[in-house]
Nanobody, 115 residues
Framework: VLVEESGGGLVQPGGSLTLSCEVS???????MGWYRQAPGKQRDLVAT??????TYADFAKGRFTISRDNGKNTVDLQMNSLKPEDTAVYYC????????????WGRGTQVTVSS
């Protein structure tokens, strides 16, 4: 299984950024999502999507939007009104089936919100 993120970078406060993730090598994907980890902190859930149902962390509600393309096995995270406290490494996650059900993670993409 390969999980590849893209789209991170440096953005000014109030700006927007879209993260993308593609999963390959699985036969079926249940849940896809995004987590983030700031330096010295634990990895926190940002948003997940299962079928058409989405879940957001409180800090993401109203600012972030998760979307999924089942045909392409991709998941995007549109982030608006970014704040310095959104600075973190963002990880793509998938709950999927290969020859067994397993969790798969990407290597992460850095998002830095700074002026």
């Amino acid at each position: 299984v390969l999980v590849e993120e893209s789209g991170g970078g440096l953005v000014q406060p109030g700006g927007s950024l879209t993260l993308s993730c593609e999963v390959s090598g699985s036969t079926y994907i249940y849940t896809m999502g995004w987590y983030r980890q700031a330096p010295g902190k634990q990895r926190d859930l940002v948003a997940t999507i299962t079928g058409g149902m989405t879940t957001y962390a409180d800090f993401a509600k109203g600012r972030f939007t998760i979307s999924r393309d089942n045909g392409k096995n991709t998941v995007d995270l549109q982030m608006n009104s970014l704040k310095p406290e959104d600075t973190a490494v963002y990880y793509c996650y998938a709950d999927l089936i290969t020859y067994r059900r397993e969790d798969a993670w990407g290597r992460g993409t850095q998002v830095t919100v700074s002026s």
